[in-house]
């Protein structure tokens, strides 16, 4: 019996925890960006107040909102890869236990995925 109840709050937290994650972006991610056969990899660290969004992406400072499991990102962003800037928009919703959906930059855009870093 005793077990059972053991059992049972063990499961309890980590529902909560879950809840509680899906509702807040803040922490490290490892957003990966891909249109047809390229991919890039970055690096974002996000603090949430409120449905603010703000923190960095690959050293840029990102600014947006996260409400109701919906993600929006933009922001001026220079890729180390690429000779010049542009804004970089994304959108997404909480899919699960990660971050899905699509982003565009000058005349790029295609999907990403993105999740929590260890």
């Known amino acids: 019996m005793v077990r059972k109840i053991v059992l049972a709050l063990c499961l309890i937290a980590t529902w909560q925890l879950l809840a509680a994650q899906a509702n807040d972006v803040s922490g490290s991610w490892l957003f990966a960006l891909t249109t047809g056969d390229i991919s890039a990899e970055y690096a974002a660290d996000l603090q949430t107040t409120g449905e603010q969004v703000t923190g960095t992406w690959a050293g840029a400072k990102v600014e947006g909102t996260y409400k109701e499991r919906e993600l929006a990102?933009?922001?001026?962003?220079?890729?180390?890869?690429?000779?010049?800037?542009?804004?970089?928009?994304?959108?997404?919703?909480?899919?699960?236990?990660?971050?899905?959906?699509?982003?565009s930059w000058n005349e790029y855009s295609g999907t990403f995925k993105a999740a929590r870093k260890p």
């Open 73 to 103: 990102l933009s922001f001026p962003f220079h890729p180390p890869e690429a000779e010049t800037s542009g804004q970089l928009t994304v959108t997404g919703r909480w899919d699960g236990d990660a971050l899905a959906g699509d982003w």
